[in-house]
């Protein structure tokens, strides 16, 4: 059981193994104090009594030896002064001297007998009060060696036992035998009072040292060991802020506390290192986990950009068609903004168609009912004057007169008429004008206008004049709108597959012009600069939207004021068309962008943008060319050159390129 | 026989020469850039309405602004202008606010190829515009208007 955090793991709170309670520590370290008393006090207890065993033991043999030596001696003696009575049977005299002995406090005399040479006893005696013993079995077993002449001692744990023949004489004649039980009791006693004592001071002893050996080894290792072991626990559970105790010993416990110090640094300097290996590690399992989607959305990324390759390529083939749309769209919307003049052209020559056939049918009525009266009326000489100024009044090539020369006219006849006394002479007047008669013209008619017929013939020969303008008006504006229809026919056509055909540059230049006239002439100048450039092979229809295109530019460039120049010619074997303004001009930053599809700088819905982006493809499709040149303040020039025949430029008119850059 | 004769030249020099008349003289205007229209209004409105009145016709409006500052200084009195809308320079209904701010009195007719509708409702609001005919214009509906005009007055 790992008790360091694991580093592989998240750290877990404290909580997870509680942490024991500090006081076993102490008691730990408590149980090993009193553990070492126990042992210690148990070794010394140990020891001591095995101590004072064996010294009791030796102790006791000792004084027992030197007891019996002692009590064999005195037996000797004893025996000695005993012999005589033995010798001569003085059985009082031996009972006297033996009830002396038993009588004495220091000797503690358990039995005694004393016997003949033969063994018979001559005094035996028991002493009360003390341990007894049975000498005769003691003379029976010893008999032996008594016979012998040995004196023979017997130990038992109570008693001590001499026997001994008694020698007397001079010649030392075994003169019979003396037993004497000595009891051991005294002796005992003695013993066991000077083992008490050496028991008592030895315990006395012990537990002094015991006491001091114990305070010594609890200062010395105990409470360092103590402290150490808590301030190791505390490491153990992670808790890297207890103090290691400082011993200043050099010995094993001072040499354990320098190395707990240095343990406690390493656990702290671990625990750090632990600490950023985590944090590493976290950072580390985010990164990978980071990396891991990464990886996945870089497969996923992969995966669309497959599909959306697919996708562009099956959208290139559905942008060509679009292109071809995109044109006809671009034809509607200018179109579109060109109807409202168109419609006001159309509608002009209609008003004057309206306004003529009115005239010619009441003119007509009314000269059926004038003419027969007055061709009666009239003198030959009148009827000439107002055939010829009929035929002046109807002529169809008079040349077209404004309104303010008319006026002119019209004040110059007066004055005229009146000095010629013509009555009424301004409607006269007014009437001359309107056939187209001038000044010069009206002297040869004086005659037939002061004459008694003049104003019935005036006004008829007006009539006259007035259906003949009639019809020319009506032919014209019959004319006028067929062209406005075949322009806009012209323009609507859609064929993006068309083949090429020689067709005039001219044509369509008026086509396009005709279209535009309406905006043209209010305040436009127009300039046409044809060269005569033979018909070339082109696609009529595309090359009128370019020329319409650039037209419409050219007009807002210049707000319908100013000189519209167009130029048709030859050069280096090409046709070229030029279509100049006196506008605004094109700035040189954006003169490089004006062909790029969507670039407009008009306000939105006024120009998608792609006009000149279409008219840059439709000339490339012919192998031709465009270049503008311009001057900020002066004036646009477009400049279209075309291929007179397509030999040369065949390749060109292949399927376009999808954006070919066209030097500006 | 006649009065002095003295140079001719354009305009309101000539116009002194003209003899003093009886009655003042009204006139109607015409303003078109089309010569075509001018003239099939010239024989229609003539037509119609005879000698009473001077038949006067400018091609813009400038020329037409002119030409009315020119009568007005002879003693000739515009009653009636016929305007086109989509003219050279002012267009119609700009010409007619004008018209309206020097001579209140005149009788104002737009006739148009194009419908401006702002156009119109500025030249009703601000230029008293008695009516507006739309081209092709139907004869009777274009004098109805002249002599609508003129009883209003």
């Given at each position: 059981m790992a008790r360091f955090p694991d580093p592989a793991a998240p750290a877990a709170p404290d909580t997870a193994a509680p942490p024991p309670p500090p006081a076993a520590g102490a008691a730990r370290a408590g149980s090993l104090g009193r553990r070492m008393t126990v042992l210690v006090a148990l070794s010394i207890a140990v020891g001591l009594l095995l101590l004072v065993i064996a010294q009791s033991r030796t102790a006791y043999r000792d004084m027992r030896a030197l007891s019996e030596a002692g009590t064999l001696a005195l037996t000797e003696r004893l025996a000695e002064e005993v012999a005589p009575l033995v010798r001569w049977r003085k059985v009082p005299g031996i009972e006297a001297f033996l009830d002396r002995l038993a009588a004495d406090p220091q000797l503690s005399v358990a039995a005694f007998a004393a016997t003949d040479r033969q063994g018979r006893p001559l005094v035996r005696k028991t002493v009360p009060g003390r341990a007894a013993y049975d000498l005769d079995d003691a003379f029976n077993r010893a008999q032996g060696a008594l016979v012998r002449g040995e004196t023979v001692n017997v130990s038992t744990s109570r008693h001590f036992v001499v026997l001994m023949p008694l020698r007397f004489g001079r010649d030392q004649i075994v003169v019979g035998y003396l037993g004497i039980a000595w009891s051991l009791e005294a002796i005992n006693r003695q013993l066991l009072t000077g083992i008490l004592q050496q028991v008592g001071m030895s315990v006395a002893a012990a537990g002094l040292a015991l006491v001091v050996l114990l305070t010594l080894l609890r200062r010395t290792v105990a409470r360092p060991v103590d402290q150490m072991a808590a301030a190791m626990a505390a490491l153990a559970d992670g808790n890297l802020d207890v103090e290691v105790p400082k011993v200043g010993r050099d010995d094993e416990i001072g040499r354990m506390a320098t190395a707990l110090a240095v343990f406690k640094d390493n656990a702290v300097e671990r625990h750090a290192l632990t600490e950023a290996v985590r944090a590493q590690n976290i950072q580390l399992k985010v990164e990978k986990d980071n990396a891991v989607r990464l990886a996945r959305q870089a497969r996923t990324a992969a995966e669309d950009l497959r599909v959306a390759k697919e996708r562009t390529e099956r959208a290139m083939a559905e942008l060509k068609a679009a292109q071809d749309h995109l044109v006809q769209s671009e034809k509607m919307a200018a179109l579109g903004q060109l109807v409202a003049g168109i419609a006001h052209e159309i509608n002009t020559p209609l008003g004057a168609v309206k306004s003529s056939i009115g005239s010619i049918g009441s003119n007509l009525r009314s000269l059926l009912a004038l003419l027969p009266a007055l061709l009666r009326d009239l003198t030959p000489a009148e009827e000439e004057l107002f055939l010829a100024l009929v035929a002046e009044g109807t002529r169809t090539d008079r040349r077209q007169v404004t309104a303010r020369e008319q006026r002119q006219m019209r004040k110059a006849l007066t004055t005229r008429l009146e000095t010629a006394a013509v009555a009424d002479p301004r409607t006269v007047a007014d009437a001359l004008v309107d056939m187209g008669l001038g000044e010069t013209d009206v002297e040869r008619f004086l005659p037939l206008l002061l004459g008694r017929n003049g104003r019935s013939a005036l006004d008829a020969a007006l009539r006259l004049a007035q259906m003949t303008q009639g019809t020319g008006t009506i032919a014209s504006a019959a004319d006028r709108a067929a062209k406005i229809v075949f322009a806009l026919k012209t323009f609507s056509r859609f064929d993006p597959s068309a083949e090429m055909i020689t067709a005039s540059l001219r044509d369509g230049l008026d086509t396009v012009l005709t279209l535009y006239h309406n905006q043209i002439k209010h305040g436009v100048e127009l300039v046409q600069d044809y060269q005569p450039v033979p018909p070339i092979p082109c696609r009529p229809d595309e090359l009128n939207q370019v020329w319409t295109n650039l037209v419409h530019n050219a007009l807002q460039a210049m707000d319908h004021k100013g000189r519209l120049t167009i130029r048709l010619f030859q050069a280096d074997g090409r046709a070229v068309v030029s279509i100049a303004d006196t506008g605004c001009g094109i700035p040189d930053d954006i003169r490089d962008r004006?062909?790029?599809?969507?670039?407009?700088?008009?306000?939105?819905?006024?120009?998608?943008?792609l006009g000149l982006d279409i008219v840059r493809k439709i000339v490339e499709r012919h192998g031709g060319t465009i270049e503008v040149f311009s001057q900020p303040g002066h004036g646009t020039t477009f400049t279209v050159r075309l291929p007179l025949?397509?030999?040369?430029a065949a390749a060109s008119?292949?399927?376009?390129?999808p954006s070919q850059d066209v030097p500006a | 026989m006649t009065t002095a004769s003295t140079p001719v030249s354009a305009g309101s020099a000539a116009s002194r020469l003209r003899p003093p008349v009886a009655h003042p003289e009204c006139a109607i205007l015409c303003v078109d850039d089309e010569k075509m229209i001018l003239d099939a209004l010239k024989v229609q409105i003539s037509r119609a309405l005879g000698d009473r009145y001077l038949y006067e016709f400018a091609e813009n409006a400038d020329e037409a602004m002119e030409l009315i500052e020119d009568l007005h200084g002879d003693g000739?009195?515009?009653?009636v202008i016929v305007s086109d809308?989509?003219?050279?320079?002012?267009r119609g209904d700009e010409f007619l606010i004008a018209v309206h701010r020097r001579f209140p009195r005149i009788v104002k007719v737009l006739l148009t190829g194009q419908a401006d509708a702002a156009a119109i409702e500025r030249a009703r609001t601000?230029?008293?515009?008695?009516r507006c005919l739309h081209k092709p214009w139907n004869e009777a509906d274009l004098i109805d208007a002249i002599v609508s005009g003129l009883s209003d007055e």
């Open positions: 004006i062909f790029e599809p969507f670039f407009t700088t008009k306000r939105a819905g006024e120009g998608s943008g025949d397509q030999t040369s008119t292949a399927a376009p390129a | 000739v009195q515009v009653l809308w989509l003219m050279p320079g002012q601000q230029g008293g515009l008695h």
